[in-house]
Nanobody, 125 residues
């Protein structure tokens, strides 16, 4: 059973940075497509970005150039480095694993089978 566990969330002022981690037990994350998602109160879950098995990254437009996804296979851990944070980045951030994805919709949540509980990120102005 794949069980991702996120950490690293917190409160930060606009313009600041945070790094989220996603430790996955029960699976070798290098064999999965790993995605980051977020959900703000009253809004639908949205994909932030993903990294493929081969290490290819994809980012949603609102975060491209500010967020970076990386993976440490030795630690079996996924990361989301967030910089130049904005108040609109405030959300619960979750990581998820997918066995396969469509590159037409790389962060469509329906493709991801295993989800973590999430970690809260709050950005104040």
């Amino acid at each position: 059973q794949v069980q991702p566990v996120e950490s690293g969330g917190g409160s930060v002022q606009a313009g600041g940075s945070l790094r989220l981690s996603c430790a996955a037990s029960g699976v070798d994350i290098s064999n999965y497509y790993m995605g980051w998602f977020r959900q703000a109160p009253g809004k639908e879950r949205e994909g932030v970005g993903m990294i493929s098995k081969a290490g290819v990254q994809w980012y949603a437009d609102p975060v491209r150039g500010r967020f970076t996804i990386s993976r440490d296979n030795a630690k079996n851990t996924l990361y989301l480095q967030m910089s130049s944070l904005k108040p609109e980045d405030t959300a619960m951030y979750s990581c998820a694993a997918a066995s396969s994805i469509s590159w037409n919709l790389p962060v469509d949540p329906i493709q991801y089978q295993y989800w973590g509980q999430g970690t809260q990120v709050t950005v104040s102005s």
